[in-house]
């Protein structure tokens, strides 16, 4: 099952990666896409992907997905993307949304399909960046993340994508 999840991760990565660019004007509709790996807190393999888009009529859609392995417990999380904010000449976005589908084994995972979700990334030429999913907690909502767009000095909490792409493009 291992084998099955991270093939469908790969596949997809690549159909998010291999989405073409387009070049922004004034009226259209701002995107952050992506998709690979990276090691959260230097140690734990963590599988993610993205689409995220905030139409020009104001309007967003997109879908996340993080997976990864603690423990004796793996996790899935797919999720609807209901709010994305940028800082366009930073190469930040913030995607929050609400959970659609979660699995584990584990009895106690701490969230249920419907509670909000978010996280954050970085499109640079040093390096592409993205954070863990974060939950409800001293940010009440997926709105209030979005809207408060925190981030770290130094690009604390943020980890270097390993495999994969992110690409953030707004007007």
Same mark, same amino acid.
């Given at each position: 099952?291992?084998?099955?999840?991270?093939?469908?991760?790969?596949?997809?990565?690549?159909?998010?990666?291999?989405?073409?660019?387009?070049?922004?004007?004034?009226?259209?509709?701002?995107?952050?896409?992506?998709?690979?790996?990276?090691?959260?807190?230097?140690?734990?393999?963590?599988?993610?992907?993205?689409?995220?888009?905030?139409?020009?009529?104001?309007?967003?859609?997109?879908?996340?997905?993080?997976?990864?392995?603690?423990?004796?417990?793996?996790?899935?999380?797919?999720?609807?993307?209901?709010?994305?904010?940028?800082?366009?000449?930073?190469?930040?976005?913030?995607?929050?949304?609400?959970?659609?589908?979660?699995? =584990? %084994?584990?009895?106690? +995972? !701490?969230?249920?399909?419907?509670?909000? &979700?978010?996280?954050?990334?970085?499109?640079? $030429? *040093?390096?592409?960046?993205? =954070? %863990?999913?974060?939950? +409800? !907690?001293?940010?009440?909502?997926?709105? &209030?993340?979005?809207?408060?767009?925190?981030? $770290? *000095?130094?690009?604390?909490? =943020?980890?270097?994508?390993?495999? !994969?792409?992110?690409?953030?493009?707004?007007?």
């Amino acid at each position: 099952m291992k084998v099955r999840r991270s093939a469908a991760t790969l596949v997809l990565s690549t159909l998010l990666l291999a989405a073409p660019s387009v070049a922004l004007g004034a009226g259209s509709d701002a995107r952050a896409t992506g998709g690979g790996s990276f090691l959260f807190a230097g140690s734990i393999p963590m599988q993610f992907g993205f689409s995220a888009v905030r139409h020009a009529d104001g309007s967003v859609s997109g879908s996340f997905h993080h997976a990864y392995e603690f423990g004796d417990f793996s996790y899935q999380f797919w999720g609807s993307v209901t709010c994305v904010t940028f800082d366009a000449a930073e190469g930040r976005a913030w995607v929050g949304g609400v959970l659609t589908r979660l699995i =584990t %084994a584990d009895p106690e +995972p !701490g969230v249920a399909v419907g509670d909000d &979700a978010w996280f954050r990334v970085l499109d640079s $030429p *040093d390096g592409d960046r993205s =954070t %863990a999913m974060g939950f +409800p !907690g001293e940010i009440p909502t997926s709105a &209030a993340y979005c809207e408060g767009q925190p981030w $770290p *000095d130094d690009n604390a909490r =943020t980890h270097p994508v390993t495999q !994969g792409q992110i690409s953030v493009a707004a007007p």
